[in-house]
C-alpha cells in the first residue's frame, strides 16, 4: 500500500485515505482502486431524504468510519437531465473522450461513470472536487469501485486531449476563464448551456455554432449552443449518444441499460407484468382503496400462502428424481460467486422479522413493508422515475441469457420495479448490479462454468434447471395455484 494511504489507515481516518487514494495518478488504475477498496471496508454511509430550502428533493449523506465523519446535502435540479437528454440527442459521446465541468455536485460525473463514457471532469477547487466525488458514495462502498471513476482533476492540471467539452454556466468568473482557456488549448466541440439573463461571450469562443434553442426547464429558461470548430459542411452527420437496449449492452461499455418490464423477474422468478405477483398485486388493491391495511391485503395472503422450505420449494420445482442439493437448504444460486458457500438451512432475512420476497414474516414486518411499498408507489406517481437524481437511485440487477433472448433478475429496487410495473410502465433503464459477488451476465450455455458448478455444488443439469425457472412465463399461474390450496 502506498505510505500516504497507509498512514492515514493506521491514523483511523479511512475517508481520507479514500479520497488520497482517488487523487493518485490514474497510470496506476488497479492499483488505486486496491487502495480505495481497502479504505471503503473501513467506512460506513447512510442516506436519507432530504429536500433544499428551494423545496427540491434530494438526500442527506453521512460517511463515518474511524475519527473522520463527514455529513453532506445534495438535491438536482431536475433541468440537468434535460440538459443531458439534449446533449445525447446532438453528439456521440460513446467514440472519442468527452471534458465537462463538474459544477453539478457530482450529478455529471455519476452521469459519465454510469454509461462508462470515457470522460475527464474538471472541478475549480478541492471543495468542488470532493462533494462530486463523494455524491454517489453509499454505491462506491457497497460495490468497491468494480469499475474505476472518471478522471476527476482541480484546476490547474494540464489539459488533457478531449474531443467535447460539455459546461453549464454558472456564476464562477474564473471557471469562465479556465473554460476558454481550455478551449483555446484543445479545440473541442463545445456544448454549453447558458441561463437567459446571461450573455454568452461567443468572441472567447471562436467556432461555427451548429446548434443554437431555447431549453425550457423547470430552471427556467436556458440557451443551448452547439459550437464546433468544423463547419457544418466539414462536420459529420449528426450523431446521438444510444442508450443501450436488452442484449445491445453486451457490446458497450454502460452500466445503464433499457430493458423490458415483461422480462424482468423477482428473485422467485416471478413476473411483474402478469396477475398474482404479491406487490403489484397488493398495489393494485391500494390504487382501488387508499385505506388498505396490511391485514386485508393480497401481501398478507401471499406471506402466508407461500412459505417455502427450500430452494426447491422457492423454485415452485415439478421436476421428477433427485435435485440435491436444492430440496437441502437454501444455497446460493449456481451462478452466484463465491463458490463452495456454506449450507443454509434457514432462508435468509432481509430485515428483521422477515423476508419481503416470501414467508412467513411477523405482522409487523409485513405492515413495514406495506408501508414501503406504497412510500415507493406514490413517489415515483408523483415525481415519475429519475435514478440519477438520487443516490443509489437505479434498480439493479443482472442479465440470464439464452441464445438471443434474456431476462432481468432484480437485486435492489424490488418495490420500486414493483411500483412501476403497476403504473404501467413497459420499459424502464436499469443498472447492472456490480457487487463483488454478482455476475452481470450469466449465460445458459455455460453452466459448466458457473461458480457453484465447478465448485460441485450443483452439477450442470440441476443448475439448468433453476436457470430456466426465470424463463417460465406460468410462474405467477402456478404461484396463485399453491396458495389457493392452502
Known amino acids: 500500500m502506498a505510505r500516504i494511504e497507509e498512514q492515514l489507515l493506521s491514523d483511523e481516518k479511512p475517508l481520507s485515505a479514500f479520497l488520497s487514494s482517488m487523487q493518485r495518478d490514474h497510470q496506476n488504475e488497479k492499483e488505486n482502486l486496491a487502495l480505495a477498496s481497502k479504505a471503503l ?9 432530504w429536500e433544499n430550502e428551494q ?6 449523506l453521512k460517511i463515518r468510519g ?16 434535460t440538459y443531458m437528454e439534449k446533449v445525447t440527442e446532438a453528439i456521440n459521446m460513446t467514440t472519442g473522450k468527452t471534458g465537462f465541468i463538474e459544477n453539478t455536485e457530482g450529478f455529471l460525473l455519476n452521469f459519465m461513470a454510469q454509461r462508462g463514457i470515457n470522460a475527464q471532469g474538471f472541478a475549480m477547487n478541492e471543495e468542488v472536487w470532493e462533494k462530486s466525488l463523494l455524491s454517489n458514495f453509499p454505491v462506491y462502498r457497497r460495490e468497491y469501485l468494480r469499475k474505476p471513476l472518471p478522471r476527476l482533476n482541480v484546476w490547474g492540471t494540464e489539459a488533457p486531449d478531449i474531443d467535447r467539452l460539455i459546461w ?10 479556465f473554460v476558454a482557456d481550455l478551449y483555446q488549448k484543445t479545440k473541442p466541440v463545445l456544448l454549453v448551456f447558458v441561463p437567459a439573463d446571461e450573455t454568452f461571450p461567443q468572441e472567447g469562443f471562436p467556432g461555427h455554432v451548429l446548434a ?12 443551448f449552443f452547439l459550437i464546433s470548430p ?27 441499460f433499457r430493458v423490458d418490464m415483461e422480462k424482468c423477474r423477482d428473485n422467485n422468478g416471478f413476473l411483474y407484468t402478469e396477475p398474482g405477483h404479491y406487490f403489484v398485486k397488493t398495489l393494485r388493491q391500494y390504487e382501488a382503496n387508499e385505506n388498505l391495511r396490511y391485514e386485508d391485503s393480497y401481501l398478507k395472503e401471499y406471506y402466508q400462502g407461500f412459505q417455502p422450505q427450500n430452494r426447491r420449494d422457492n423454485y415452485l420445482l415439478d421436476e421428477e428424481g433427485d435435485v440435491f442439493p436444492l430440496d437441502h437448504g437454501w444455497l446460493y444460486d449456481p451462478w452466484r460467486k463465491p463458490a463452495n458457500p456454506p449450507l443454509r438451512k434457514q432462508r435468509f432475512e432481509t430485515r428483521k422479522g422477515g423476508n419481503h420476497n416470501l414467508g412467513p414474516n411477523t405482522e409487523d414486518f409485513g405492515r413495514a413493508e406495506l408501508k414501503r411499498l406504497v412510500h415507493a408507489y406514490n413517489i415515483l406517481k408523483k415525481q415519475g422515475y429519475h435514478p440519477d437524481f438520487f443516490v443509489d437511485g437505479y434498480i439493479t440487477g443482472y442479465l440470464l441469457i439464452r441464445k438471443n ?5 432484480t437485486s435492489e429496487g424490488q418495490h420500486r420495479i414493483a411500483a412501476l410495473a403497476a403504473l404501467g410502465y413497459k420499459n424502464i433503464v436499469c443498472r447492472f448490479d456490480l457487487k463483488h459477488w454478482t455476475n452481470e451476465t450469466v449465460f445458459y450455455n455455460q453452466a459448466h462454468k458457473w461458480p457453484q458448478v465447478k465448485a460441485g455444488i450443483f452439477n450442470p443439469r440441476v443448475a439448468k434447471l433453476c436457470f430456466e425457472h426465470f424463463f417460465r412465463q406460468d410462474n405467477n399461474q402456478r404461484l396463485m395455484e ?5
Not at 41 to 49: C, D, E, H, M, W
Not at 482 to 486: D, G, P, S, V, Y
Request: proline letters at 4%; charged letters at 25%; hydrophobic letters at 30%.
Open 405 to 409: 433472448d434474456y431476462r432481468f433478475v
Open 168 to 177: 453549464v454556466v454558472g456564476q464562477d468568473q474564473s471557471e469562465a476563464a
Open 482 to 486: 399453491k396458495i389457493n390450496k392452502k
Open 41 to 49: 471496508r473501513q467506512l460506513k454511509s447512510y442516506s436519507t431524504a
Open 212 to 223: 443554437e434553442e431555447n431549453v425550457i426547464s423547470s430552471m427556467g429558461e436556458t440557451r
Open 55 to 60: 423545496g427540491q428533493q434530494g438526500y442527506q
Open 230 to 256: 468544423k463547419s457544418a459542411e466539414e462536420s459529420l452527420e449528426k450523431e446521438t449518444t444510444p442508450l443501450p437496449e436488452g442484449l445491445q449492452v453486451l457490446q458497450s461499455a454502460s452500466a445503464i
Open 66 to 81: 474511524g475519527t473522520e465523519e463527514k455529513t453532506l446535502h445534495y438535491a438536482f435540479p431536475p433541468a440537468y437531465e
